[in-house]
Protein backbone atom coordinates (compact mmCIF):
# COMPACT_ATOMS: atom_id res chain seq x y z
CA UNK A 1 0.00 0.00 0.00
CA UNK A 2 1.24 3.18 -1.09
CA UNK A 3 1.52 5.94 1.72
CA UNK A 4 -1.02 8.22 2.42
CA UNK A 5 -0.57 12.06 1.89
CA UNK A 6 -0.54 13.83 5.18
CA UNK A 7 -1.97 17.53 5.64
CA UNK A 8 1.00 19.33 7.23
CA UNK A 9 -1.42 21.86 8.84
CA UNK A 10 -3.63 19.38 10.20
CA UNK A 11 -1.17 16.90 11.79
CA UNK A 12 0.46 19.72 13.40
CA UNK A 13 -3.35 20.88 14.51
CA UNK A 14 -3.71 17.72 15.75
CA UNK A 15 -0.43 17.78 17.99
CA UNK A 16 -1.14 21.23 19.45
CA UNK A 17 -4.42 19.56 20.46
CA UNK A 18 -2.80 16.71 22.03
CA UNK A 19 -0.27 18.62 23.93
CA UNK A 20 -2.77 21.30 25.35
CA UNK A 21 -5.57 18.17 25.93
CA UNK A 22 -2.20 16.58 28.24
CA UNK A 23 -2.58 19.24 30.72
CA UNK A 24 -5.35 21.13 33.31
CA UNK A 25 -5.19 24.41 31.81
CA UNK A 26 -4.46 25.61 28.05
CA UNK A 27 -3.18 29.04 29.36
CA UNK A 28 0.29 30.08 30.15
CA UNK A 29 2.02 32.93 31.56
CA UNK A 30 3.56 35.41 29.35
CA UNK A 31 6.92 34.94 30.78
CA UNK A 32 6.69 30.88 30.86
CA UNK A 33 6.42 31.41 26.50
CA UNK A 34 9.21 33.72 26.22
CA UNK A 35 11.24 31.91 23.25
CA UNK A 36 8.84 29.61 22.16
CA UNK A 37 6.54 29.01 19.11
CA UNK A 38 3.55 30.99 19.76
CA UNK A 39 0.06 28.78 19.18
CA UNK A 40 -2.32 32.39 19.13
CA UNK A 41 -1.89 32.26 15.25
CA UNK A 42 -0.60 29.10 14.44
CA UNK A 43 -0.81 27.84 11.10
CA UNK A 44 -3.17 30.50 9.71
CA UNK A 45 -3.72 30.78 5.80
CA UNK A 46 -2.57 33.28 3.13
CA UNK A 47 -6.03 34.28 2.40
CA UNK A 48 -8.16 36.43 4.50
CA UNK A 49 -10.75 33.81 6.88
CA UNK A 50 -12.13 32.77 10.00
CA UNK A 51 -9.28 32.18 12.23
CA UNK A 52 -9.04 28.84 13.87
CA UNK A 53 -9.55 28.67 17.74
CA UNK A 54 -6.91 26.78 19.46
CA UNK A 55 -8.09 23.23 20.32
CA UNK A 56 -8.73 23.24 24.05
CA UNK A 57 -10.05 20.43 26.00
CA UNK A 58 -13.50 21.24 27.39
CA UNK A 59 -13.54 21.88 31.25
CA UNK A 60 -14.15 18.94 32.70
CA UNK A 61 -17.47 19.82 35.47
CA UNK A 62 -16.40 19.98 39.16
CA UNK A 63 -18.64 18.15 41.98
CA UNK A 64 -19.01 21.45 44.48
CA UNK A 65 -21.54 19.28 46.91
CA UNK A 66 -25.17 20.10 47.65
CA UNK A 67 -25.93 23.02 49.21
CA UNK A 68 -28.93 25.26 50.11
CA UNK A 69 -31.60 26.92 48.10
CA UNK A 70 -30.50 30.60 48.14
CA UNK A 71 -31.58 33.90 46.40
CA UNK A 72 -29.62 35.72 43.40
CA UNK A 73 -28.93 39.36 45.38
CA UNK A 74 -29.49 41.34 42.58
CA UNK A 75 -31.11 45.12 43.55
CA UNK A 76 -33.94 43.97 44.42
CA UNK A 77 -32.74 40.73 45.91
CA UNK A 78 -35.56 38.75 44.66
CA UNK A 79 -34.15 36.81 41.49
CA UNK A 80 -33.78 32.92 42.84
CA UNK A 81 -30.02 31.22 42.56
CA UNK A 82 -29.26 27.88 43.99
CA UNK A 83 -25.87 26.56 45.44
CA UNK A 84 -25.05 24.63 41.84
CA UNK A 85 -23.95 21.10 42.35
CA UNK A 86 -21.36 21.29 39.42
CA UNK A 87 -19.04 24.12 37.44
CA UNK A 88 -19.61 24.70 34.27
CA UNK A 89 -18.62 26.87 31.15
CA UNK A 90 -15.34 27.32 29.71
CA UNK A 91 -12.21 28.76 31.85
CA UNK A 92 -11.38 31.62 32.38
CA UNK A 93 -8.45 31.53 31.48
CA UNK A 94 -9.58 30.29 28.42
CA UNK A 95 -11.39 33.33 28.02
CA UNK A 96 -8.89 35.66 28.33
CA UNK A 97 -7.20 33.67 25.35
CA UNK A 98 -9.91 34.16 23.38
CA UNK A 99 -9.73 37.38 23.85
CA UNK A 100 -6.84 37.84 23.15
CA UNK A 101 -7.23 36.14 19.42
CA UNK A 102 -9.74 38.66 18.48
CA UNK A 103 -7.30 41.61 19.61
CA UNK A 104 -4.82 40.15 17.33
CA UNK A 105 -6.77 39.73 14.51
CA UNK A 106 -8.44 43.63 14.74
CA UNK A 107 -4.47 44.71 14.49
CA UNK A 108 -4.31 42.15 11.87
CA UNK A 109 -6.75 43.63 9.41
CA UNK A 110 -5.29 47.57 10.80
CA UNK A 111 -2.22 46.41 9.84
CA UNK A 112 -2.63 45.03 6.09
CA UNK A 113 -4.64 47.82 4.71
CA UNK A 114 -1.13 49.59 4.52
CA UNK A 115 2.00 47.17 5.91
CA UNK A 116 4.90 49.15 4.75
CA UNK A 117 2.89 52.19 6.70
CA UNK A 118 4.14 49.95 9.98
CA UNK A 119 7.67 48.71 11.61
CA UNK A 120 6.43 44.78 11.25
CA UNK A 121 5.32 45.16 7.42
CA UNK A 122 8.73 47.09 6.57
CA UNK A 123 10.71 44.23 8.43
CA UNK A 124 8.51 41.40 6.57
CA UNK A 125 8.92 43.56 3.04
CA UNK A 126 9.16 40.63 0.42
CA UNK A 127 7.97 37.65 2.25
CA UNK A 128 5.22 35.83 0.56
CA UNK A 129 3.14 34.92 3.15
CA UNK A 130 2.56 38.23 4.74
CA UNK A 131 -0.46 38.05 6.76
CA UNK A 132 0.13 35.03 8.77
CA UNK A 133 3.66 36.20 9.46
CA UNK A 134 2.28 39.38 10.86
CA UNK A 135 -0.55 37.65 12.77
CA UNK A 136 2.36 35.21 13.97
CA UNK A 137 5.14 38.74 14.90
CA UNK A 138 1.91 40.26 16.82
CA UNK A 139 1.21 37.64 19.07
CA UNK A 140 4.91 37.92 20.34
CA UNK A 141 4.33 41.68 20.25
CA UNK A 142 1.88 41.87 22.26
CA UNK A 143 3.03 39.56 24.81
CA UNK A 144 2.30 41.01 28.67
CA UNK A 145 -0.63 43.13 27.18
CA UNK A 146 -4.06 42.42 28.35
CA UNK A 147 -6.75 41.76 25.71
CA UNK A 148 -8.77 44.49 26.60
CA UNK A 149 -5.93 46.76 26.05
CA UNK A 150 -5.65 45.45 22.70
CA UNK A 151 -9.64 45.70 21.69
CA UNK A 152 -9.64 49.55 23.35
CA UNK A 153 -6.77 50.61 21.03
CA UNK A 154 -7.74 49.11 18.29
CA UNK A 155 -11.86 50.58 18.21
CA UNK A 156 -10.42 54.32 17.23
CA UNK A 157 -8.33 53.00 14.72
CA UNK A 158 -10.96 50.97 12.64
CA UNK A 159 -12.79 53.67 12.70
CA UNK A 160 -10.95 56.21 11.18
CA UNK A 161 -9.67 53.99 8.74
CA UNK A 162 -13.75 53.16 8.03
CA UNK A 163 -13.95 56.85 7.68
CA UNK A 164 -10.86 57.04 5.33
CA UNK A 165 -12.57 54.66 3.07
CA UNK A 166 -15.40 56.29 2.60
CA UNK A 167 -14.06 59.41 1.70
CA UNK A 168 -11.80 57.58 -0.72
CA UNK A 169 -8.49 58.61 0.63
CA UNK A 170 -5.71 55.95 2.05
CA UNK A 171 -5.59 55.78 5.77
CA UNK A 172 -1.50 55.24 6.28
CA UNK A 173 0.29 56.73 6.28
CA UNK A 174 -1.03 58.78 9.15
CA UNK A 175 -1.30 62.58 7.63
CA UNK A 176 -1.68 65.08 9.94
CA UNK A 177 -3.93 67.03 7.98
CA UNK A 178 -6.24 64.09 7.25
CA UNK A 179 -6.64 62.86 11.01
CA UNK A 180 -7.22 66.70 12.07
CA UNK A 181 -10.15 66.36 8.97
CA UNK A 182 -11.59 63.27 10.88
CA UNK A 183 -11.20 64.40 14.07
CA UNK A 184 -13.67 67.36 12.75
CA UNK A 185 -16.11 64.85 11.87
CA UNK A 186 -16.19 63.66 14.78
CA UNK A 187 -16.24 66.61 16.90
CA UNK A 188 -20.15 66.42 17.42
CA UNK A 189 -20.94 62.97 16.21
CA UNK A 190 -19.07 60.76 18.98
CA UNK A 191 -19.14 60.60 22.62
CA UNK A 192 -16.73 63.27 24.50
CA UNK A 193 -14.31 60.98 24.98
CA UNK A 194 -13.78 59.30 21.14
CA UNK A 195 -11.14 61.99 20.25
CA UNK A 196 -8.87 61.37 23.73
CA UNK A 197 -9.15 57.48 22.72
CA UNK A 198 -8.19 57.92 19.15
CA UNK A 199 -4.90 60.18 20.46
CA UNK A 200 -3.97 57.29 22.76
CA UNK A 201 -4.61 54.73 19.67
CA UNK A 202 -2.01 56.62 17.35
CA UNK A 203 0.25 56.98 20.45
CA UNK A 204 -0.02 52.66 20.99
CA UNK A 205 0.79 52.29 17.13
CA UNK A 206 3.34 54.98 17.52
CA UNK A 207 5.45 53.31 20.27
CA UNK A 208 4.60 49.63 20.07
CA UNK A 209 4.01 49.20 16.07
CA UNK A 210 6.10 52.17 14.63
CA UNK A 211 3.26 53.42 12.45
CA UNK A 212 4.36 56.22 10.15
CA UNK A 213 3.00 59.90 10.35
CA UNK A 214 1.97 59.51 14.10
CA UNK A 215 4.36 61.00 16.04
CA UNK A 216 3.70 64.34 13.72
CA UNK A 217 -0.13 63.76 14.61
CA UNK A 218 0.73 63.49 18.14
CA UNK A 219 2.47 67.03 18.08
CA UNK A 220 -0.41 68.40 16.09
CA UNK A 221 -1.42 71.01 18.23
CA UNK A 222 -5.04 71.56 16.69
CA UNK A 223 -5.51 67.55 16.91
CA UNK A 224 -4.52 67.55 20.36
CA UNK A 225 -6.77 70.61 21.09
CA UNK A 226 -10.06 69.35 19.16
CA UNK A 227 -9.64 66.23 21.65
CA UNK A 228 -9.16 67.82 24.53
CA UNK A 229 -12.33 70.28 23.74
CA UNK A 230 -14.85 67.51 23.60
CA UNK A 231 -13.23 65.74 25.96
CA UNK A 232 -14.11 68.90 28.44
CA UNK A 233 -17.91 68.04 27.21
CA UNK A 234 -18.03 64.63 28.78
CA UNK A 235 -20.06 64.02 32.16
CA UNK A 236 -18.46 65.41 35.59
CA UNK A 237 -16.69 62.39 37.10
CA UNK A 238 -17.78 61.44 40.44
CA UNK A 239 -16.02 59.18 42.53
CA UNK A 240 -17.74 56.14 44.38
CA UNK A 241 -18.77 56.98 47.81
CA UNK A 242 -17.55 54.44 50.33
CA UNK A 243 -19.77 52.13 52.89
CA UNK A 244 -20.46 53.48 55.90
CA UNK A 245 -19.67 51.55 59.07
CA UNK A 246 -23.25 49.91 59.62
CA UNK A 247 -22.91 48.54 56.25
CA UNK A 248 -19.87 47.25 56.79
CA UNK A 249 -21.35 45.94 60.03
CA UNK A 250 -23.97 44.40 58.46
CA UNK A 251 -22.03 42.13 56.08
CA UNK A 252 -19.81 40.87 58.69
CA UNK A 253 -23.41 40.14 60.72
CA UNK A 254 -24.47 38.09 57.31
CA UNK A 255 -21.37 36.07 56.95
CA UNK A 256 -21.62 34.54 60.55
CA UNK A 257 -25.44 33.89 60.48
CA UNK A 258 -25.73 30.67 60.08
CA UNK A 259 -29.36 30.80 59.11
CA UNK A 260 -28.34 33.44 56.30
CA UNK A 261 -28.46 31.72 52.86
CA UNK A 262 -25.13 30.46 51.85
CA UNK A 263 -24.54 31.88 48.65
CA UNK A 264 -25.30 35.69 50.22
CA UNK A 265 -22.59 34.92 53.08
CA UNK A 266 -20.43 33.80 50.24
CA UNK A 267 -20.58 36.98 48.49
CA UNK A 268 -20.72 39.28 51.98
CA UNK A 269 -17.30 37.70 52.72
CA UNK A 270 -15.64 38.11 49.24
CA UNK A 271 -16.86 42.00 49.32
CA UNK A 272 -15.27 42.33 52.91
CA UNK A 273 -12.47 40.88 51.82
CA UNK A 274 -12.26 43.51 49.18
CA UNK A 275 -12.98 46.00 51.91
CA UNK A 276 -10.65 45.11 54.68
CA UNK A 277 -7.88 44.05 52.05
CA UNK A 278 -7.85 47.76 50.05
CA UNK A 279 -8.34 45.49 46.93
CA UNK A 280 -9.90 46.58 43.44
CA UNK A 281 -12.50 44.16 42.38
CA UNK A 282 -10.17 42.93 39.40
CA UNK A 283 -7.56 42.07 42.61
CA UNK A 284 -10.25 40.22 44.41
CA UNK A 285 -10.72 38.04 41.38
CA UNK A 286 -7.05 37.23 41.04
CA UNK A 287 -6.80 36.84 44.74
CA UNK A 288 -5.34 32.94 45.48
CA UNK A 289 -3.58 31.39 48.27
CA UNK A 290 -5.84 32.16 50.76
CA UNK A 291 -5.06 31.23 54.29
CA UNK A 292 -5.52 32.57 57.88
CA UNK A 293 -2.81 33.50 59.99
CA UNK A 294 -3.66 33.11 63.76
CA UNK A 295 -1.24 34.19 66.99
CA UNK A 296 -0.68 31.19 69.41
CA UNK A 297 -1.44 31.70 73.20
CA UNK A 298 -4.49 34.40 72.36
CA UNK A 299 -7.89 32.37 73.77
CA UNK A 300 -9.57 35.06 74.87
CA UNK A 301 -10.41 36.64 71.33
CA UNK A 302 -9.83 36.04 68.16
CA UNK A 303 -7.04 38.07 66.31
CA UNK A 304 -4.75 37.51 63.42
CA UNK A 305 -5.08 38.04 60.18
CA UNK A 306 -6.51 37.00 56.70
CA UNK A 307 -3.69 36.90 53.52
CA UNK A 308 -3.43 35.95 50.20
CA UNK A 309 -1.86 36.81 46.66
CA UNK A 310 -2.83 38.24 43.59
CA UNK A 311 -1.75 36.41 40.55
CA UNK A 312 -2.45 39.27 38.14
CA UNK A 313 -2.80 43.13 39.19
CA UNK A 314 -3.72 46.47 37.16
CA UNK A 315 -0.37 48.07 38.85
CA UNK A 316 1.83 45.07 37.47
CA UNK A 317 3.02 48.07 34.81
CA UNK A 318 6.92 46.28 34.04
CA UNK A 319 7.41 42.71 33.17
CA UNK A 320 9.22 42.33 36.20
CA UNK A 321 6.13 43.36 38.32
CA UNK A 322 4.12 40.98 36.06
CA UNK A 323 6.13 37.79 37.15
CA UNK A 324 5.88 39.07 40.70
CA UNK A 325 2.83 37.98 43.32
CA UNK A 326 1.56 41.06 44.90
CA UNK A 327 0.73 39.89 48.88
CA UNK A 328 -2.40 41.50 50.32
CA UNK A 329 -2.98 41.05 54.13
CA UNK A 330 -5.91 42.14 56.14
CA UNK A 331 -6.95 41.92 59.81
CA UNK A 332 -9.68 39.23 61.02
CA UNK A 333 -11.18 41.68 63.62
CA UNK A 334 -13.42 44.16 61.56
CA UNK A 335 -15.90 46.51 63.37
CA UNK A 336 -18.03 44.26 64.88
CA UNK A 337 -15.27 42.22 67.02
CA UNK A 338 -16.94 38.78 64.98
CA UNK A 339 -14.52 36.16 63.11
CA UNK A 340 -15.79 37.29 59.65
CA UNK A 341 -12.70 35.92 57.70
CA UNK A 342 -12.85 32.39 59.71
CA UNK A 343 -16.51 31.53 58.91
CA UNK A 344 -15.89 32.63 55.54
CA UNK A 345 -13.10 30.46 54.93
CA UNK A 346 -14.76 27.55 56.64
CA UNK A 347 -18.01 28.35 54.24
CA UNK A 348 -16.11 28.09 51.34
CA UNK A 349 -14.62 25.02 52.25
CA UNK A 350 -18.19 23.23 53.00
CA UNK A 351 -19.35 24.32 49.94
CA UNK A 352 -16.39 22.97 48.33
CA UNK A 353 -15.51 26.46 46.23
CA UNK A 354 -12.79 25.50 43.72
CA UNK A 355 -9.42 27.22 44.37
CA UNK A 356 -6.13 27.78 41.96
CA UNK A 357 -4.50 29.34 39.00
CA UNK A 358 -7.16 30.18 36.85
CA UNK A 359 -10.38 30.14 38.91
CA UNK A 360 -12.05 33.43 40.45
CA UNK A 361 -12.13 33.74 43.87
CA UNK A 362 -16.27 34.84 43.32
CA UNK A 363 -17.64 33.21 40.35
CA UNK A 364 -20.55 34.38 38.01
CA UNK A 365 -23.38 32.55 37.36
CA UNK A 366 -25.22 31.50 34.97
CA UNK A 367 -29.08 31.75 34.03
CA UNK A 368 -30.03 28.47 35.64
CA UNK A 369 -28.33 29.35 38.75
CA UNK A 370 -24.55 27.60 38.16
CA UNK A 371 -21.52 28.26 39.37
CA UNK A 372 -18.95 29.30 36.33
CA UNK A 373 -15.70 29.34 35.44
CA UNK A 374 -15.25 32.85 34.86
CA UNK A 375 -15.59 35.70 37.18
CA UNK A 376 -19.04 38.21 36.84
CA UNK A 377 -18.53 41.37 35.32
CA UNK A 378 -18.47 44.67 37.52
CA UNK A 379 -21.63 45.70 36.89
CA UNK A 380 -22.77 42.48 37.79
CA UNK A 381 -21.00 42.16 41.29
CA UNK A 382 -22.01 46.03 41.90
CA UNK A 383 -25.59 45.05 41.77
CA UNK A 384 -25.34 42.23 43.62
CA UNK A 385 -23.35 43.97 46.46
CA UNK A 386 -26.49 46.73 46.35
CA UNK A 387 -28.59 43.92 46.69
CA UNK A 388 -27.28 42.46 49.64
CA UNK A 389 -27.67 45.85 51.61
CA UNK A 390 -30.97 46.06 50.19
CA UNK A 391 -31.64 43.48 52.83
CA UNK A 392 -29.92 45.57 55.49
CA UNK A 393 -32.76 48.25 54.91
CA UNK A 394 -30.13 51.28 53.98
CA UNK A 395 -31.29 53.87 51.95
CA UNK A 396 -32.13 52.89 48.37
CA UNK A 397 -30.67 56.62 46.91
CA UNK A 398 -27.44 56.04 49.48
CA UNK A 399 -27.07 52.38 47.56
CA UNK A 400 -27.25 53.87 43.88
CA UNK A 401 -24.60 55.32 44.22
CA UNK A 402 -22.75 52.48 45.53
CA UNK A 403 -20.02 50.53 42.94
CA UNK A 404 -17.34 47.39 43.62
CA UNK A 405 -14.36 50.43 44.02
CA UNK A 406 -16.79 51.41 47.64
CA UNK A 407 -15.07 48.61 48.44
CA UNK A 408 -11.59 49.62 48.18
CA UNK A 409 -12.17 53.03 49.25
CA UNK A 410 -13.82 52.04 52.86
CA UNK A 411 -11.03 51.91 54.96
CA UNK A 412 -8.53 54.06 52.71
CA UNK A 413 -11.16 56.79 53.25
CA UNK A 414 -11.40 55.81 57.43
CA UNK A 415 -7.73 56.21 57.84
CA UNK A 416 -7.83 59.46 55.80
CA UNK A 417 -10.55 60.93 58.36
CA UNK A 418 -8.71 59.42 61.58
CA UNK A 419 -5.39 61.17 60.33
CA UNK A 420 -2.83 58.62 59.24
CA UNK A 421 0.07 59.78 57.38
CA UNK A 422 -0.31 59.95 54.32
CA UNK A 423 2.70 57.61 53.05
CA UNK A 424 0.95 54.93 55.32
CA UNK A 425 -1.97 55.04 53.04
CA UNK A 426 -0.04 54.70 49.94
CA UNK A 427 1.25 51.44 51.10
CA UNK A 428 -2.40 50.67 52.04
CA UNK A 429 -3.58 51.06 48.85
CA UNK A 430 -0.27 49.00 47.28
CA UNK A 431 0.93 52.35 45.94
CA UNK A 432 4.39 52.73 46.18
CA UNK A 433 7.13 55.93 45.86
CA UNK A 434 9.46 55.12 43.23
CA UNK A 435 12.31 56.59 45.62
CA UNK A 436 11.66 54.13 48.47
CA UNK A 437 10.96 51.01 45.94
CA UNK A 438 14.19 49.13 46.82
CA UNK A 439 13.50 49.98 50.39
CA UNK A 440 10.55 47.71 49.96
CA UNK A 441 11.96 45.49 47.99
CA UNK A 442 14.63 44.41 50.83
CA UNK A 443 12.51 44.67 53.87
CA UNK A 444 10.31 42.12 52.58
CA UNK A 445 7.47 42.92 54.81
CA UNK A 446 6.82 46.64 54.39
CA UNK A 447 2.92 46.81 54.63
CA UNK A 448 2.88 45.15 58.25
CA UNK A 449 3.54 48.23 59.90
CA UNK A 450 0.54 50.03 57.93
CA UNK A 451 -1.65 47.17 58.45
CA UNK A 452 -1.08 47.65 62.16
CA UNK A 453 -2.31 51.28 61.66
CA UNK A 454 -4.74 50.74 59.80
CA UNK A 455 -6.25 48.01 63.08
CA UNK A 456 -5.41 51.07 65.45
CA UNK A 457 -8.44 52.95 63.50
CA UNK A 458 -10.74 49.37 63.49
CA UNK A 459 -10.51 49.53 67.37
CA UNK A 460 -11.11 53.22 67.49
CA UNK A 461 -14.41 52.43 65.36
CA UNK A 462 -15.07 49.18 67.56
CA UNK A 463 -14.82 51.08 70.95
CA UNK A 464 -16.96 54.12 69.40
CA UNK A 465 -14.10 56.56 69.79
CA UNK A 466 -14.11 57.34 66.07
CA UNK A 467 -17.11 57.72 63.82
CA UNK A 468 -16.17 57.99 60.10
CA UNK A 469 -19.26 58.75 58.50
CA UNK A 470 -19.94 61.88 61.13
CA UNK A 471 -20.05 65.10 59.80
CA UNK A 472 -15.94 66.20 60.46
CA UNK A 473 -16.92 67.84 63.84
CA UNK A 474 -18.15 64.32 64.63
CA UNK A 475 -15.42 62.25 64.00
CA UNK A 476 -14.29 61.65 67.85
CA UNK A 477 -16.96 62.44 69.75
CA UNK A 478 -14.72 61.94 72.90
CA UNK A 479 -12.10 64.55 71.86
CA UNK A 480 -12.54 67.87 72.10
CA UNK A 481 -9.80 67.98 68.71
CA UNK A 482 -9.15 65.40 66.02
CA UNK A 483 -5.43 64.31 65.50
CA UNK A 484 -3.52 65.87 62.97
CA UNK A 485 -5.20 67.51 59.76
CA UNK A 486 -4.43 65.46 57.03
CA UNK A 487 -6.51 65.77 53.75
CA UNK A 488 -8.94 62.85 53.34
CA UNK A 489 -9.39 60.47 50.17
CA UNK A 490 -7.45 57.80 48.98
CA UNK A 491 -4.03 57.36 48.33
CA UNK A 492 -2.87 59.24 44.77
CA UNK A 493 -3.13 56.65 42.09
CA UNK A 494 0.18 56.88 40.18
CA UNK A 495 -0.75 55.43 36.72
CA UNK A 496 0.44 57.12 33.44
CA UNK A 497 -1.86 59.36 31.73
CA UNK A 498 -0.59 58.44 28.28
CA UNK A 499 1.57 56.22 26.56
CA UNK A 500 1.81 53.16 25.99
CA UNK A 501 0.22 51.12 30.01
CA UNK A 502 2.04 48.21 30.41
CA UNK A 503 -0.99 47.21 33.32
CA UNK A 504 -3.88 45.65 32.95
CA UNK A 505 -6.75 46.57 31.49
CA UNK A 506 -9.40 48.02 33.82
CA UNK A 507 -11.92 45.69 34.85
CA UNK A 508 -13.17 47.60 38.05
CA UNK A 509 -15.26 50.09 36.67
CA UNK A 510 -18.66 49.70 36.52
CA UNK A 511 -19.61 52.44 33.42
CA UNK A 512 -16.28 51.77 31.71
CA UNK A 513 -18.38 51.06 28.26
CA UNK A 514 -17.44 52.94 25.16
CA UNK A 515 -19.38 53.64 21.67
CA UNK A 516 -19.09 50.07 20.88
CA UNK A 517 -21.85 50.16 17.79
CA UNK A 518 -19.72 52.01 15.85
CA UNK A 519 -16.65 50.23 16.32
CA UNK A 520 -18.62 46.98 15.51
CA UNK A 521 -19.87 49.04 12.19
CA UNK A 522 -16.46 49.77 11.37
CA UNK A 523 -15.05 46.27 11.76
CA UNK A 524 -18.00 44.41 9.39
CA UNK A 525 -16.80 47.16 6.47
CA UNK A 526 -13.21 46.84 6.65
CA UNK A 527 -12.19 43.56 8.45
CA UNK A 528 -11.55 40.43 7.55
CA UNK A 529 -14.11 37.10 8.52
CA UNK A 530 -13.43 35.76 11.71
CA UNK A 531 -15.65 33.41 13.39
CA UNK A 532 -14.78 30.55 15.96
CA UNK A 533 -14.73 26.86 14.54
CA UNK A 534 -17.94 25.04 14.29
CA UNK A 535 -20.16 29.06 14.26
CA UNK A 536 -22.90 28.28 11.73
CA UNK A 537 -23.84 31.33 9.24
CA UNK A 538 -27.35 30.19 8.63
CA UNK A 539 -28.72 30.67 12.26
CA UNK A 540 -30.41 33.91 13.74
CA UNK A 541 -28.38 36.23 16.37
CA UNK A 542 -29.17 38.28 18.62
CA UNK A 543 -26.61 40.80 19.94
CA UNK A 544 -27.11 42.56 23.28
CA UNK A 545 -27.07 46.27 23.39
CA UNK A 546 -25.40 46.81 26.42
CA UNK A 547 -22.85 43.76 26.65
CA UNK A 548 -22.63 43.11 23.07
CA UNK A 549 -22.52 39.47 23.11
CA UNK A 550 -24.06 37.53 20.45
CA UNK A 551 -26.84 35.03 21.29
CA UNK A 552 -27.88 32.19 18.48
CA UNK A 553 -31.84 31.77 18.22
CA UNK A 554 -32.72 27.68 19.94
CA UNK A 555 -35.76 27.37 17.23
CA UNK A 556 -37.93 28.30 14.72
CA UNK A 557 -39.98 29.33 17.48
CA UNK A 558 -37.54 31.91 18.27
CA UNK A 559 -38.56 32.47 22.02
CA UNK A 560 -35.50 31.62 23.49
CA UNK A 561 -31.97 31.30 22.55
CA UNK A 562 -29.99 27.92 22.71
CA UNK A 563 -28.59 29.09 26.50
CA UNK A 564 -32.11 29.09 27.38
CA UNK A 565 -32.39 33.20 27.84
CA UNK A 566 -35.64 34.57 27.05
CA UNK A 567 -35.41 36.67 24.14
CA UNK A 568 -36.21 40.50 25.10
CA UNK A 569 -36.32 44.31 24.08
CA UNK A 570 -32.83 44.14 25.27
CA UNK A 571 -31.47 42.23 22.48
CA UNK A 572 -31.44 43.18 19.06
CA UNK A 573 -31.39 40.68 15.74
CA UNK A 574 -28.11 40.88 13.71
CA UNK A 575 -27.94 40.19 9.81
CA UNK A 576 -27.00 36.40 9.10
CA UNK A 577 -23.70 37.78 6.94
CA UNK A 578 -22.13 39.59 9.59
CA UNK A 579 -18.57 38.46 9.69
CA UNK A 580 -16.73 39.06 12.67
CA UNK A 581 -18.49 36.81 15.82
CA UNK A 582 -17.39 38.56 19.06
CA UNK A 583 -17.91 38.17 21.92
CA UNK A 584 -20.04 35.30 21.72
CA UNK A 585 -22.50 33.47 24.27
CA UNK A 586 -20.23 30.68 25.90
CA UNK A 587 -23.73 28.05 25.71
CA UNK A 588 -25.45 29.28 22.63
CA UNK A 589 -21.92 28.47 21.43
CA UNK A 590 -19.98 25.86 23.62
CA UNK A 591 -16.48 25.40 23.01
CA UNK A 592 -16.11 22.16 21.15
Sequence with gaps: MGDVPVDAAALDAHLSFCIRSSHQSSFRPTWETVGEPTNLVFRLPAARGPLPLIAVPRAEAASSGSGSQAKRPGVSGDSPLKMAKHWHGISWEYKLERELVAGIRKWGVIIMHSPLSFGIGRRLRGEQRLEPLILE?????????????????????????????????????????????FCKSCEFSSAPTFLRSFIVSISFAVHVLGVTGGADCLISGRVIGIARLTYLAKRKKTRRPPLTVAMVAFLENLVCDPTARAIDRICAGFFLCLVFMRARFSDGMNLGNLQLDTPSGLATEVAGYLEGEVLRSKTSFTTERKTMLLPMVCPRLGVTGLDWAGVWMKLREVHKMPTGSGVPLLPGTGASGEWLLVPPSATVAASWLKGILSKGGFDHGALAKLGTHSCKCTTLSWCGKFGIDQAVRRTLGYHTDRAAAMVILYSRDEISSAVRALERVLVEIREDRFRPDATRSGHFPCEVAAPSAETEGDPPDYESNGGVSESEDSQDEEDNVGDLGAEERALEEIGAPWRPQGAASDRRMFRHKLSRIIHFVADEAGATFACGTKISSNYVEMDSGVSFLHPLCKKCHPVR
Design 137 to 181: SLGHIFAGKAAGTLHQRAGPMLRYIRWSVQADVDPFPLEEGQVYE
